[in-house]
């Protein structure tokens, strides 16, 4: 038998299982490893695998973590920065105001 033909016998069996089987999403996706394994000559190795797919799984989780945070301080930052943009608008139209007022004093006394 070939090694092709045992992949293909494989993926046949595959399909010989229910659907709602728990194994089935498993055997898929392990199937890229098992391919490799054995166009190379190893020996699957599914515990190294499930393993490794568990130590990616955490380490997306952390990813996961840091950019909630990032997310987080960066609301705050856009909460704060909103917060003084306001405080700065009000503070140019006070600014505006007396501005204007100072105009109108100018043009007064130089009326007289």
């Known amino acids: 038998m070939t090694k092709q033909q045992e992949i293909d016998a494989l ?3 595959i399909k010989t299982i229910p659907r709602d089987s ?3 999403p498993m055997l898929v996706g392990a ?3 098992i391919e490799q394994d054995m166009q190379s000559d190893f020996e699957p190795d599914l515990t ?3 393993r490794d797919l568990h130590r990616q799984k955490q380490e997306l989780e952390e ?3 840091v950019l909630r945070k990032e ?3 960066g609301n705050d930052t856009v909460k704060r920065q909103k917060s003084e943009t306001e ?3 009000r503070q140019s139209e006070q600014l505006k105001k007396q501005f204007r007022g ?3 004093s100018l043009k007064t006394v130089l009326q007289w």
Do not use: G, H
């Open 71 to 73: 997310i987080s301080n």
């Open 87 to 89: 405080y700065l608008s």
């Open 48 to 50: 190294a695998y499930i």
């Open 63 to 65: 990813q996961i973590k």
């Open 11 to 13: 993926q046949a069996f």
């Open 22 to 24: 728990y194994i089935v």
């Open 102 to 104: 100072l105009q109108e």
């Open 31 to 33: 199937m890229p490893m």
